[in-house]
C-alpha cells in the first residue's frame, strides 16, 4: 500500500505535462499554418508562433534528438516520450543555413527555457515564405490521450504555457 501511494502518485503526475512556448510572439492555430504538411496535421498536431524575435528556447525539459544540418529545425524528445519538432519558419530549409545558429548538439539534455537556436527574423523574412514557426508533436497518435491548446494570443518564450498534454 505505502509503495503504491509513493509511486503511484508520481506516476499519476508524469501524464500530465505542459510545453511552454518556444519563442516569443502570436498564436497561429494549426489549421492556420500557410502550409498543408502542418495545417493538415501530416506531421502530428501542435499549434505555431509567429516569433517577434529570433530566438527559439526548449518549451520543456527534454533531450535533443536532432538538429537539422541547416538549423532551421530542432527535434526533442520528453521524459514521457513526447517528440516535439520546432520548424523555424516555412520554406526555411532552401536558406541552407544562413541566418541560423544552434547551442545545441543532438544527444544533449536541456531544461525548459534553455536557448536552443537562434535565427535573423529579417532575412527569414526576405528569403523564405514565412516566419511562421510551427511546434508539432510528431508522435501524436501514438502518446497523447488528450491535449489542450492555448487560446492565449500573446506567448512568452519559456513562459507561456501553450499545450497540456495527458499522456497515454
Known sequence: MF???????KEESS???TLTSPATGKLVAIEDIPDPVFSQKMMGDGLA???????????ADAEVLQVFPTKHAIGLKTSNNLEVL?????ETVSMGGEGFEAFVKEGDTVKKGDKLISFDLDLIREKAKSTITPVII???DQVVEKMDKTTE???TKGETTVMSVVVK
Open 49 to 59: 508562433v509567429d516569433p517577434t524575435e529570433g530566438v527559439i528556447v526548449a518549451p
Open 138 to 140: 510528431t508522435n501524436f
Open 86 to 90: 520546432i520548424h523555424i519558419g516555412l
Open 153 to 155: 494570443s500573446s506567448l
Open 15 to 17: 501524464n500530465n505535462f
Open 3 to 9: 509503495l503504491k501511494k509513493l509511486f503511484g502518485k
